[in-house]
Nanobody, 121 residues
Framework: QVHLVESGGGLVQPGGSLRLSCAAS????????MGWFRQAPGKEREFVTT????????NYADSVKGRFTISRDNAKNTAYLQMNSLKSEDTAVYYC??????????????WGQGTQVTVSS
């Protein structure tokens, strides 16, 4: 059974940092790209970042470039999203996904349940 579990979300002040984790079953993780998307209330799900299976290729949305960093540890079947210099507009539910390398939700076959990130003073 496919299983992705995000963790690490929470409330943080503007300018602060959070690190999200996405733990996957080995069958889910192996050989696939990992992506992070987010969805704010009343808005469509949007691409944040993605990383290739071996971690050698990454891609970021312009809105997070230079502030967010994606990484993965294939030995632990876990992907990470380090978020620095957070802004109020980063507030959203963050989802990890597994699938083909790309910036569209349709490229990904499996999704986690999401973790809330709230940036507020």
């Amino acid at each position: 059974q496919v299983h992705l579990v995000e963790s690490g979300g929470g409330l943080v002040q503007p300018g602060g940092s959070l690190r999200l984790s996405c733990a996957a079953s080995a069958r889910t993780f192996s050989g696939y790209a990992m992506g992070w998307f987010r969805q704010a209330p009343g808005k469509e799900r949007e691409f944040v970042t993605t990383i290739s299976w071996k971690g050698s290729i990454t891609n970021y949305a312009d809105s997070v470039k230079g502030r967010f960093t994606i990484s993965r540890d294939n030995a632990k079947n876990t992907a990470y999203l380090q978020m620095n210099s957070l802004k109020s507009e980063d507030t959203a539910v963050y989802y990890c996904a597994v699938g083909r390398f790309g910036d569209r939700p349709s490229a990904y076959d499996y999704w986690g349940q999401g973790t809330q990130v709230t940036v507020s003073s």
